[in-house]
């Protein structure tokens, strides 16, 4: 077993049938190896160590399936649209996760078989790159081919995942949606595209983005620095200071970030309120929203209430003219 957990984290967490049969395992054992729950089976022939999916995050397997894929398809293939931007470590949404994306380097046609979607290109030498080893395509075109899969939201999650870790501008992006102008889904993924923002640090805060640009809400600022008069008293996920609010999404778990305080519940309910405390005392309202505020079924709600905030606060705050 040591042999095998040693092969699969050199490679990014599985193995394959015929690697594991190298090194002395049976399909009996394998299936063992199942059974007993050591080992899991994501796709015919590939093997990935149980703890190690259970660990993983829903990108984190896609991650792992996409890179064993392409070692089964072997030379003339490369990873592509949401498996190459999972590659490039960018968030995704609307993009189903149980599919893997290849494109050939000489297949005239695609096709899909067995949960792997294979495209056709073009493909040259210069739309090849290597992340860890792996080839993929560059991260504008990952993120334009997943734009076109992923709808209005999704392009704002990838975009502005890529935006933000300055993986590419919006220039390149937006040459990129130009040159690929023919894929179905690019009208969708355009307005994406334009509609994204680097001061996105999380998928819930382009969504959030995409919430109140559905909803008809003002455009707010990301990333908003609020100072008081002992410095800086907390920086926002979202300001409208013309409105004299503020807006927090999920603001005591933030979506893949470290805390601090995360082994301690109590410390961090008590930063989190009197970080809030301070940000209020300043003179602005504020509106918190999760996950499950973001769902398309209460979307509308959350918005009314955002909208009743921001009414509230100009009206309690505002300097008389």
Avoid at 20 to 49: K, M, N
Avoid at 124 to 130: K, N, S, T
Avoid at 150 to 159: D, K, L, R, S
């Amino acid at each position: 077993m040591e042999d095998l957990l040693a092969l699969a984290a050199r490679q990014g967490g599985y193995v394959l049938r015929r690697q594991a049969l190298a090194l002395g395992w049976l399909d009996s054992s394998l299936r063992a190896g199942i059974r007993h729950g050591l080992l899991v089976r994501p796709r015919h022939g590939t093997y990935v160590p149980a703890q190690v999916w259970r660990s993983a995050s829903a990108t984190g397997r896609l991650l792992i399936v996409s890179r064993a894929t392409l070692h089964r398809l072997g030379e003339g293939f490369v990873l592509s649209h949401s498996s190459a931007a999972a590659v490039h470590g960018l968030d995704l949404h609307g993009v189903d996760l149980g599919r893997v994306h290849v494109t050939s380097r000489g297949r005239r046609s695609g096709r899909i078989e067995a949960g792997v979607v294979q495209h056709a290109g073009p493909l040259d030498d210069g739309e090849v790159v290597l992340v860890g080893g792996v080839p993929v395509v560059p991260v504008s075109r990952a993120v334009v081919e997943t734009a076109c899969l992923a709808g209005v939201e999704g392009a704002m999650v990838v975009a502005s995942s890529a935006l933000h870790h300055g993986s590419t501008t919006d220039d390149d992006l937006a040459a990129r949606a130009r040159r690929h102008g023919q894929l179905r889904g690019i009208r969708g993924a355009r307005l994406g595209l334009s509609l994204s923002d680097a001061g996105c640090h999380s998928a819930g805060e382009a969504r959030s983005l995409f919430l109140c640009w559905e909803q008809g809400l003002p455009r707010p600022v990301c990333q908003v620095p609020i100072h008081d008069a002992d410095g800086l008293a907390g920086i926002v996920d979202a300001g409208w200071l013309e409105w004299r609010h503020v807006g927090e999404f999920d603001g005591l778990v933030k979506y893949g970030r470290q805390n601090p305080w995360s082994s301690d519940p109590v410390a961090m309910l008590v930063a989190e309120k009197a970080r809030e405390d301070r940000i209020r005392e300043t003179g602005l309202g504020m509106t918190r929203w999760t996950w499950h505020d973001l769902d398309p079924d209460v979307r509308a709600r959350t918005a009314a209430r955002i909208r009743h905030g921001l009414e509230r606060s100009r009206r309690w705050y505002s300097t008389p003219a």
